[in-house]
Protein backbone atom coordinates (compact mmCIF):
# COMPACT_ATOMS: atom_id res chain seq x y z
CA UNK A 1 0.00 0.00 0.00
CA UNK A 2 1.46 3.43 -1.03
CA UNK A 3 2.05 6.26 1.10
CA UNK A 4 -0.56 9.18 1.70
CA UNK A 5 0.81 12.59 1.14
CA UNK A 6 -0.83 15.67 1.72
CA UNK A 7 -0.68 17.01 -1.71
CA UNK A 8 -3.92 17.98 -3.17
CA UNK A 9 -5.17 15.49 -5.81
CA UNK A 10 -3.86 16.66 -9.34
CA UNK A 11 -6.02 16.64 -12.68
CA UNK A 12 -2.46 16.05 -14.91
CA UNK A 13 -1.23 11.85 -15.11
CA UNK A 14 2.45 11.06 -15.91
CA UNK A 15 4.48 7.92 -16.48
CA UNK A 16 7.66 7.87 -14.77
CA UNK A 17 10.65 6.08 -16.69
CA UNK A 18 13.69 4.57 -15.12
CA UNK A 19 16.48 5.34 -17.29
CA UNK A 20 18.95 2.71 -17.45
CA UNK A 21 17.78 -0.53 -18.73
CA UNK A 22 14.71 0.87 -19.62
CA UNK A 23 15.27 3.92 -22.01
CA UNK A 24 18.94 2.97 -22.82
CA UNK A 25 21.36 -0.30 -22.65
CA UNK A 26 23.48 -0.74 -19.54
CA UNK A 27 26.93 -0.64 -20.41
CA UNK A 28 29.18 -3.79 -18.86
CA UNK A 29 29.29 -3.80 -14.96
CA UNK A 30 30.93 -1.57 -11.99
CA UNK A 31 33.33 -3.21 -9.84
CA UNK A 32 30.63 -4.78 -7.77
CA UNK A 33 29.25 -6.50 -10.24
CA UNK A 34 25.94 -4.25 -10.92
CA UNK A 35 25.22 -3.31 -13.95
CA UNK A 36 26.99 0.20 -15.18
CA UNK A 37 25.51 2.94 -16.63
CA UNK A 38 27.07 5.10 -19.53
CA UNK A 39 29.83 7.16 -18.09
CA UNK A 40 30.52 9.09 -21.43
CA UNK A 41 28.43 11.32 -23.88
CA UNK A 42 29.68 8.97 -27.43
CA UNK A 43 28.83 5.89 -25.37
CA UNK A 44 24.99 6.34 -24.61
CA UNK A 45 22.25 5.42 -27.39
CA UNK A 46 18.77 4.94 -26.65
CA UNK A 47 16.60 1.50 -27.50
CA UNK A 48 15.00 1.86 -31.07
CA UNK A 49 11.83 2.09 -29.78
CA UNK A 50 11.97 4.28 -26.80
CA UNK A 51 10.87 6.86 -28.79
CA UNK A 52 7.87 5.44 -30.05
CA UNK A 53 6.89 4.54 -26.44
CA UNK A 54 7.22 8.19 -25.36
CA UNK A 55 5.24 9.17 -28.08
CA UNK A 56 2.37 6.75 -27.70
CA UNK A 57 2.19 7.92 -23.78
CA UNK A 58 1.73 11.64 -24.54
CA UNK A 59 -0.70 10.13 -26.85
CA UNK A 60 -2.52 8.87 -23.91
CA UNK A 61 -2.48 12.19 -21.99
CA UNK A 62 0.69 11.14 -19.99
CA UNK A 63 3.50 13.74 -19.33
CA UNK A 64 6.53 11.71 -19.23
CA UNK A 65 9.47 12.42 -17.03
CA UNK A 66 12.69 10.42 -16.24
CA UNK A 67 13.58 9.63 -12.47
CA UNK A 68 16.66 8.41 -12.74
CA UNK A 69 19.84 7.51 -10.21
CA UNK A 70 23.11 8.86 -11.01
CA UNK A 71 25.54 8.44 -8.25
CA UNK A 72 28.68 7.47 -10.59
CA UNK A 73 28.80 11.64 -10.61
CA UNK A 74 29.47 11.45 -6.59
CA UNK A 75 31.73 8.86 -7.58
CA UNK A 76 34.44 11.13 -9.70
CA UNK A 77 33.34 8.50 -12.85
CA UNK A 78 30.83 10.65 -14.70
CA UNK A 79 31.27 14.05 -15.35
CA UNK A 80 28.50 16.75 -15.20
CA UNK A 81 28.67 17.83 -18.55
CA UNK A 82 28.40 14.16 -20.60
CA UNK A 83 25.56 13.78 -18.06
CA UNK A 84 23.52 16.74 -19.56
CA UNK A 85 24.63 15.77 -22.97
CA UNK A 86 23.28 12.65 -22.46
CA UNK A 87 19.95 13.37 -21.67
CA UNK A 88 20.06 16.23 -24.20
CA UNK A 89 20.68 13.49 -26.67
CA UNK A 90 17.81 11.46 -25.50
CA UNK A 91 15.13 14.94 -25.92
CA UNK A 92 16.12 15.66 -29.10
CA UNK A 93 15.36 11.60 -30.41
CA UNK A 94 12.24 11.67 -28.81
CA UNK A 95 11.59 15.17 -30.58
CA UNK A 96 12.17 13.83 -33.66
CA UNK A 97 9.69 11.12 -33.48
CA UNK A 98 7.11 13.77 -31.87
CA UNK A 99 7.07 12.69 -28.18
CA UNK A 100 7.96 15.28 -25.43
CA UNK A 101 10.11 14.04 -22.02
CA UNK A 102 8.58 16.72 -19.83
CA UNK A 103 11.46 16.54 -17.53
CA UNK A 104 14.73 14.93 -16.24
CA UNK A 105 14.94 14.12 -12.31
CA UNK A 106 18.02 13.47 -11.27
CA UNK A 107 20.01 11.99 -8.07
CA UNK A 108 23.75 12.86 -8.34
CA UNK A 109 24.37 11.62 -4.10
CA UNK A 110 25.78 8.64 -2.82
CA UNK A 111 25.44 7.37 0.51
CA UNK A 112 28.83 5.59 1.17
CA UNK A 113 31.85 7.91 1.79
CA UNK A 114 34.05 5.32 0.79
CA UNK A 115 32.56 5.07 -2.87
CA UNK A 116 31.88 9.04 -3.00
CA UNK A 117 34.80 11.49 -4.18
CA UNK A 118 33.05 14.19 -4.43
CA UNK A 119 31.82 14.85 -0.95
CA UNK A 120 29.35 17.52 -1.48
CA UNK A 121 27.23 15.04 -3.31
CA UNK A 122 27.89 12.78 -0.16
CA UNK A 123 24.05 12.24 1.23
CA UNK A 124 21.65 9.85 2.54
CA UNK A 125 19.42 11.92 0.70
CA UNK A 126 15.18 11.64 -0.50
CA UNK A 127 15.79 11.49 -4.05
CA UNK A 128 18.14 8.07 -4.25
CA UNK A 129 15.52 5.61 -5.04
CA UNK A 130 13.88 3.66 -3.99
CA UNK A 131 12.71 6.58 -1.97
CA UNK A 132 10.10 8.66 -3.79
CA UNK A 133 11.66 12.08 -3.68
CA UNK A 134 11.93 12.46 -7.33
CA UNK A 135 8.42 11.59 -8.25
CA UNK A 136 7.00 13.97 -5.22
CA UNK A 137 9.09 17.01 -6.83
CA UNK A 138 7.42 16.03 -10.28
CA UNK A 139 4.02 15.61 -8.24
CA UNK A 140 4.59 19.61 -7.06
CA UNK A 141 5.72 21.15 -10.65
CA UNK A 142 3.26 19.60 -12.62
CA UNK A 143 0.43 18.95 -10.17
CA UNK A 144 0.26 15.01 -10.93
CA UNK A 145 -2.30 12.75 -9.64
CA UNK A 146 -0.40 9.67 -8.77
CA UNK A 147 -3.02 7.15 -8.24
CA UNK A 148 -3.16 7.77 -11.95
CA UNK A 149 -0.34 7.46 -12.73
CA UNK A 150 2.64 4.76 -13.79
CA UNK A 151 6.14 3.94 -13.17
CA UNK A 152 7.83 1.82 -15.15
CA UNK A 153 11.47 0.37 -14.05
CA UNK A 154 13.97 -2.40 -14.01
CA UNK A 155 14.65 -2.95 -10.59
CA UNK A 156 13.04 -3.02 -7.08
CA UNK A 157 14.15 0.35 -6.43
CA UNK A 158 11.69 1.81 -8.78
CA UNK A 159 8.94 0.11 -8.27
CA UNK A 160 9.17 0.29 -4.25
CA UNK A 161 9.84 4.23 -4.97
CA UNK A 162 6.53 3.97 -7.72
CA UNK A 163 4.32 1.96 -5.08
CA UNK A 164 5.53 4.29 -2.14
CA UNK A 165 3.13 6.94 -3.89
CA UNK A 166 0.59 5.17 -5.17
CA UNK A 167 1.14 4.23 -8.97
CA UNK A 168 0.96 1.44 -10.54
CA UNK A 169 3.69 -0.04 -11.63
CA UNK A 170 5.51 -1.98 -14.62
CA UNK A 171 8.95 -3.51 -14.11
CA UNK A 172 10.83 -4.01 -17.73
CA UNK A 173 12.55 -7.81 -17.45
CA UNK A 174 16.49 -8.14 -17.43
CA UNK A 175 19.11 -9.71 -16.11
CA UNK A 176 19.95 -7.64 -13.08
CA UNK A 177 20.45 -8.83 -9.43
CA UNK A 178 17.38 -7.50 -7.42
CA UNK A 179 19.65 -8.61 -4.30
CA UNK A 180 17.11 -10.87 -3.65
CA UNK A 181 14.19 -8.28 -2.76
CA UNK A 182 10.84 -9.51 -3.12
CA UNK A 183 9.43 -7.41 -6.04
CA UNK A 184 5.36 -7.27 -6.64
CA UNK A 185 4.76 -5.61 -9.87
CA UNK A 186 0.90 -4.57 -11.22
CA UNK A 187 2.81 -5.95 -14.47
CA UNK A 188 5.88 -6.91 -16.26
CA UNK A 189 6.87 -6.60 -19.87
CA UNK A 190 10.11 -7.37 -21.94
CA UNK A 191 10.86 -3.62 -22.39
CA UNK A 192 9.68 -0.14 -22.23
CA UNK A 193 7.47 -0.45 -25.91
CA UNK A 194 5.00 -3.58 -24.55
CA UNK A 195 5.42 -1.74 -21.44
CA UNK A 196 3.78 1.02 -23.10
CA UNK A 197 1.16 -1.24 -24.25
CA UNK A 198 0.24 -2.53 -21.36
CA UNK A 199 -0.53 1.28 -20.29
CA UNK A 200 -2.25 1.73 -23.47
CA UNK A 201 -4.91 -1.65 -22.95
CA UNK A 202 -5.57 -1.23 -19.31
CA UNK A 203 -5.86 2.79 -20.23
CA UNK A 204 -8.67 2.47 -23.62
CA UNK A 205 -10.51 -0.46 -21.57
CA UNK A 206 -11.96 1.93 -18.64
Same mark, same amino acid.
Given at each position: ??????????????? $???? !??? =????????????? &??????????? $???????? %? =????????? $???????????? %???????????????? +??? +?????? !?????????? !????????????????? %???????????? &???????????????????????????????????? !???? %??????????????????? &??? &????
Amino acid at each position: MGIRHNFPTGLNRAV $FLDR !DGV =INPTVGFDEFGRT &ESPLRLEDYQI $FPWTAEAV %K =ILNDLGFHV $FVVTNQPAVAKG %KLDLFDLDGMHAFLIR +QVR +QKDGVI !DKVYVCLHHP !DPNQVRDKTLLADCDCR %KPKHGMLLQATR &EFNIDLTRSWMIGDTWKDIQAGQAVGCRTILVRNEI !DNRG %KTINPDFSAENLLEATHII &ERE &ETSK
